[in-house]
């Protein structure tokens, strides 16, 4: 009877699109640690792997095929490498590798992207910024994915008068995206330090004076216990240099987190260790979509060497047992295998320093592994 319980119990599906340049190689080492999971705690992953990105259009001639698109609506959790390269740079828009992102972003309705920028103890040294201003540093950015300019209609190239041409974009914000997103943060701060800045550009733009008022708003009927503070976007980008402990979770529109989020992940001194997650919205069952990534791109300068920094993919992994599995142990365990391993002073070319062992994308997972084990 036991056994036949097992097999009606259907296996968590988790979809790998390794896209381009390092993807691969840094997504083979998630696939070790998924598979490690399933052999030593019996966990029930089903991994399924396929093309987005530049390999996909090479192959299919569409960044992301629809039946890609249909496994990846049935999957628990997406984890995607990373998309594109010089050799795309030419294509029509519609072709270049970072739609299958984009469209993957907006049709699965993934309007909360969460980038957390944390400054490793062990490489307090690998940032520009002095030790005192980063050590320790804990920030979560979280970024609105699926609205203003960079969706918003009309858009496009127009010729104009005299043989001129103009581009134009829309940024174009409404309440229910402004609030989704803002629950969001103000859930997160919560469990963290219970503190939100939310950045706009409300003394310029009648968006950001939306923003402000929903923010606003939505604080002061739910979330009265949480601190809020309001930014000038210009002036949070000068904060994150000059004070960046200030923070906590920083909530902002989809054009100022591109911009915020980046630079705060240079706070901590490499691109090569920083996961994201890029979440939905709940459905009744409490089920929600959800695609994670390391922040970094595809580095084609790099790949095929065996130096790329599997850790962000790695980290990224982690998040996804948080968020979208119910893994809060094992997200933790994990995360602390990589901790261990930065500890040994192991580290791939892009973290190396004096005194610390240089190891291979492979190396680094295996060790990763050792020390869950």
């Not at 979809?15 to 993807?23: A, K, N, Q």
């Not at 391993?341 to 320093?353: A, P, Y």
């Amino acid at each position: 009877n036991h056994g036949y319980l097992m097999i009606k119990v259907k296996k968590r599906k988790i979809l790998l699109l390794p896209g381009d340049g390092i993807g691969p190689e840094v997504v083979g080492e998630v696939k070790k640690i998924i598979q490690w999971f399933n052999s030593n705690k019996s966990l029930d992953f089903e991994i399924d792997e396929d093309l987005a990105g530049g390999a996909s259009y090479d192959k299919h001639g569409t960044p992301i095929t629809d039946e890609v698109f249909y496994k990846a609506l049935e999957s628990e959790a997406i984890m995607l490498g990373a998309v594109g390269g010089p050799k795309w740079d030419n294509l029509e828009f519609a072709k270049k590798p970072e739609r299958a992102l984009l469209k993957l972003r907006k049709e699965l309705k993934l309007f909360a992207n969460l980038r957390p920028a944390i400054c490793f103890k062990q490489l307090v040294d690998a940032s520009t910024l002095k030790p005192e201003i980063v050590s320790g540093l804990d920030i979560m950015i979280v970024r609105e994915l699926t609205g203003g300019i960079y969706f918003g209609e009309p858009r496009g190239i127009k010729p104009i008068d005299n043989g001129e041409r103009k581009g134009i974009n829309t940024h174009i914000y409404t309440s229910s995206e402004i609030v989704r997103v803002a629950k969001v943060a103000f859930d997160l701060a919560k469990k963290r330090s219970n503190k939100v800045t939310s950045c706009e550009k409300s003394n310029v733009m009648e968006s950001g004076q939306l923003w402000k008022e929903e923010v606003q708003a939505l604080h002061d009927k739910e979330y009265k216990d949480v601190e809020l503070i309001h930014m000038l976007a210009d002036n949070c980008a000068m904060q994150l240099l000059r004070n960046p402990k200030q923070f906590d979770v920083i909530v902002t529109d989809n054009l100022f987190g591109d911009m915020l989020s980046d630079e705060a992940s240079m706070l901590t001194g490499s691109l090569g260790l920083l996961p994201s997650a890029s979440l939905g919205a709940k459905n009744k069952d409490g089920k929600m979509r959800a695609m994670y990534e390391p922040i970094h791109g595809a580095a084609p300068d790099i790949a095929g060497k065996g130096i790329a920094n599997p850790i962000a993919a790695i980290l990224s992994f982690a998040m996804a047992m948080r968020y979208s599995l119910d893994l809060d142990k094992e997200a933790d365990d994990l995360e602390k295998a990589v901790q261990d391993v930065l500890d040994e002073g192991l580290r791939t070319k892009d973290i190396v320093s004096k005194g610390t062992k240089e190891v291979s994308t492979t190396q680094m997972g295996d060790a990763i592994i050792s020390k869950l084990q």
